[in-house]
Structure formats: structure tokens, C-alpha cells
């Protein structure tokens, strides 16, 4: 039994010292990271810094926080920030977000009210700290601008996630009850045909790049996009999307994005409305969309990308944008 006594005491200290070597470390590596963005250019200020969590966890909390870009373009300011991690699994965090912050983009002001605002991140535990997955989740959000706009939503979820193929990543967002602000409704639906309230929202995507995400990484660059689902849900009108794009060293895309709705008379009419479709021009879009209609009821309007050039069903649009 004495010895037993004796080993626990042991494993005991020297776990002890593991955490707070651990923890130590990790406040010098932040402190390491905010002096090296600060040589960088980044204007970085806080009041206080420190570590705790004993014995399981190594909890960092930053009160005080001003986060500012190098090119001073936004800068960003809360009364704290959380950085949690396992004291076993250092490789993986979780930041926690104040209910109150703001957001200086340019010129104007954003402030920032949440509930629950989340974030987590994960590396692999190799050499070369290979991307592992991201996610961002939030409550109920409001953003009210001092330029006197204001948007909310409900929930929202982005997640991010390494998949099995090379360079490749999943994509993955979800936002239901987003309420966007008044003036862009006015201009989208002047005639008020929609509710305000985009009821949800969801993007099931995979993009690969030219290069892993690890430290290494250097302004990494799409090669190809598949969206797997698009779909959006406002008022009467539903809408999906699906397809795949291929993106050149120049940034020209080529490949193909289906659109699919039931509710295409109610779009060309929204669209008619906000000025994006002349009314004279209304009649042969109907008609055209008639025609493509399956049983004149779904719609599946393909987008095509090829040689430069983009068409919308068989009709060419137009130069293709260039995605770089």
C-alpha cells in the first residue's frame, strides 16, 4: 500500500509539473504570436493575459482585446477573449466570444450582440500541423451598423473539415431565420412579395486548393469547386443549386451550376421588379423557362462555364468572371 501511496505521489507531481509547463508555454506562445503580429504590422493590444485550468484544461483569457489589421482597413474590439484546450489534447481549441463586441469595417462601425459564439479549431498532430477542421457556431446574432442598418439571424453553423483526397476541404454552412437589412430587401423586393425573414439557409461544398493548409501554407489558391447543395428558403419560394466548377491558373472557371425551383414565375417576377429583368424582356424569359420547365412546374436552369465564356440554359450571357 506505502508504495502505492508512493507511485500516485509520484505520477502525481510529475503530471503537476507537465500542466504547468504546459501552461506556461502556451502563454509564451501567445505572447510570442502577438509580438510577431505586431512586427508584422498588426496593431495588437490587451490589459491582461493568463493561463489556468489545473489540472485537465489550459484555459487562456485575454481581457481588454484590440485586434487591428495591418493594412487598417478593420479592426476589431471585445472585453475578453477564451481559449480553452485539454491539457491532453493541445492541438485542438475552443474560443468563447463576449455577448458584446464590435467591428470597425473602413469607415463604419458594427456592433456585434451574440449568444453563445463559438469557435473551434484542430490541427493534426504532425510535424508540418496540417489542417484538421474549423467550425463557428452562433445563437441568436444581431449586427447593428452606425450607419443605422441592422441585420440578425437565429442560428448559424460553419464548419470545415480536411477530406480524404488531397488538398481538399468540406465546406459546410447553415443559418436559419436571417433577417437582412431593410434597405437590401427594399431593393431585392420592392413590392414586398417576400416575408423579411430568410426562413434558412445551407451550403454543402468541397473545394480543393493548390497546396495543404499546414504552417506552410502560402496564399493557397481553388483549383476546383463542387457544391453538392445550395438551397435557400425565403417566403413561398425555394430554391437549390448543385454542380462543379474547375478553376485555371488565371482564375477561369469551367464546368456547370444547375439552379432548381418550383417557384420560377415568382423569381422572373422579383427580378422584374428590382429592375434586373426589363419588362419587355419578361414575356420571352417566361416563356423560354416554360419550355425548360419539366410538366411546366420544376425549372432546371443550368449555368455553364467553358472556353471563358459563361451562358445561363442555352443562352450565351457574356465574359465568365475570373475567380483570382
Given at each position: 500500500?506505502?508504495?502505492?501511496?508512493f507511485?500516485?505521489?509520484?505520477?502525481?507531481?510529475?503530471?503537476?509539473?507537465?500542466?504547468?509547463?504546459?501552461?506556461?508555454?502556451?502563454e509564451?506562445?501567445?505572447?510570442?504570436?502577438?509580438?510577431?503580429?505586431?512586427?508584422?504590422?498588426?496593431?495588437?493590444?490587451?490589459?491582461?493575459?493568463?493561463?489556468?485550468?489545473?489540472?485537465?484544461?489550459?484555459?487562456?483569457?485575454?481581457?481588454?482585446?484590440?485586434l487591428?489589421?495591418?493594412?487598417?482597413?478593420?479592426?476589431?474590439?471585445?472585453?475578453?477573449?477564451?481559449?480553452?484546450?485539454?491539457?491532453?489534447?493541445?492541438?485542438?481549441?475552443?474560443?468563447?466570444?463576449?455577448?458584446?463586441?464590435?467591428?470597425?469595417?473602413?469607415?463604419?462601425?458594427?456592433?456585434?450582440?451574440?449568444?453563445?459564439?463559438?469557435?473551434?479549431?484542430?490541427?493534426k498532430?504532425?510535424?508540418?500541423?496540417?489542417?484538421?477542421?474549423?467550425?463557428?457556431?452562433?445563437?441568436?446574432?444581431?449586427?447593428?451598423?452606425?450607419?443605422?442598418?441592422?441585420?440578425?439571424?437565429?442560428?448559424?453553423?460553419?464548419?470545415?473539415?480536411?477530406?480524404?483526397?488531397?488538398?481538399?476541404?468540406?465546406?459546410?454552412?447553415?443559418?436559419?431565420?436571417?433577417?437582412?437589412?431593410a434597405?437590401?430587401?427594399?431593393?431585392?423586393?420592392?413590392?414586398?412579395?417576400?416575408?423579411?425573414?430568410?426562413?434558412?439557409?445551407?451550403?454543402?461544398?468541397?473545394?480543393?486548393?493548390?497546396?495543404?493548409?499546414?504552417?506552410?501554407?502560402?496564399?493557397?489558391?481553388?483549383?476546383?469547386?463542387?457544391?453538392?447543395?445550395?438551397?435557400?428558403?425565403?417566403?413561398?419560394i425555394?430554391?437549390?443549386?448543385?454542380?462543379?466548377?474547375?478553376?485555371d491558373?488565371?482564375?477561369?472557371?469551367?464546368?456547370?451550376?444547375?439552379?432548381?425551383?418550383?417557384?420560377?414565375?415568382?423569381?422572373?417576377?422579383?427580378?422584374?421588379?428590382?429592375?434586373?429583368?426589363?419588362?419587355?424582356?419578361?414575356?420571352?424569359?417566361?416563356?423560354?423557362?416554360?419550355?425548360?420547365?419539366?410538366?411546366g412546374?420544376?425549372?432546371?436552369?443550368?449555368?455553364?462555364?467553358?472556353?471563358?465564356?459563361?451562358?445561363?440554359?442555352?443562352?450565351?450571357?457574356?465574359?465568365?468572371?475570373?475567380?483570382?
Open positions: 500500500m506505502r508504495k502505492l501511496t507511485l500516485v505521489l509520484i505520477l502525481g507531481a510529475l503530471y503537476s509539473g507537465y500542466w504547468f509547463y504546459g501552461a506556461r508555454s502556451v509564451q506562445g501567445a505572447l510570442q504570436a502577438i509580438e510577431q503580429a505586431q512586427q508584422d504590422g498588426w496593431g495588437v493590444s490587451y490589459s491582461a493575459l493568463q493561463t489556468v485550468g489545473f489540472p485537465s484544461r489550459f484555459d487562456t483569457s485575454v481581457t481588454d482585446l484590440t487591428t489589421a495591418a493594412d487598417g482597413l478593420w479592426s476589431w474590439q471585445a472585453p475578453f477573449l477564451q481559449v480553452f484546450a485539454l491539457s491532453y489534447q493541445p492541438n485542438k481549441v475552443i474560443a468563447a466570444f463576449p455577448p458584446d463586441h464590435n467591428l470597425r469595417l473602413g469607415d463604419q462601425t458594427l456592433q456585434l450582440m451574440t449568444e453563445d459564439l463559438r469557435a473551434s479549431a484542430g490541427v498532430a504532425n510535424t508540418d500541423l496540417s489542417f484538421d477542421s474549423a467550425t463557428i457556431e452562433s445563437g441568436a446574432l444581431s449586427v447593428t451598423s452606425d450607419f443605422g442598418w441592422v441585420a440578425a439571424l437565429e442560428r448559424a453553423l460553419i464548419a470545415t473539415r480536411a477530406a480524404d483526397a488531397a488538398n481538399t476541404y468540406d465546406v459546410y454552412m447553415d443559418a436559419d431565420g436571417l433577417i437582412l437589412p434597405d437590401l430587401i427594399a431593393q431585392i423586393d420592392p413590392k414586398n412579395q417576400l416575408t423579411d425573414v430568410i426562413d434558412r439557409l445551407v451550403l454543402d461544398s468541397q473545394v480543393t486548393l493548390d497546396q495543404p493548409l499546414d504552417r506552410h501554407a502560402a496564399n493557397p489558391l481553388a483549383q476546383s469547386f463542387t457544391l453538392n447543395r445550395f438551397a435557400i428558403d425565403w417566403g413561398d425555394a430554391l437549390a443549386a448543385a454542380g462543379t466548377i474547375d478553376i491558373a488565371l482564375g477561369v472557371p469551367d464546368g456547370r451550376i444547375t439552379i432548381k425551383t418550383d417557384q420560377w414565375r415568382e423569381i422572373i417576377d422579383l427580378l422584374v421588379n428590382a429592375g434586373a429583368i426589363q419588362p419587355g424582356v419578361a414575356p420571352t424569359i417566361t416563356n423560354m423557362a416554360s419550355t425548360m420547365a419539366q410538366e412546374q420544376t425549372l432546371e436552369l443550368p449555368i455553364s462555364f467553358q472556353n471563358g465564356f459563361m451562358s445561363v440554359g442555352p443562352l450565351p450571357i457574356g465574359p465568365a468572371p475570373r475567380l483570382r
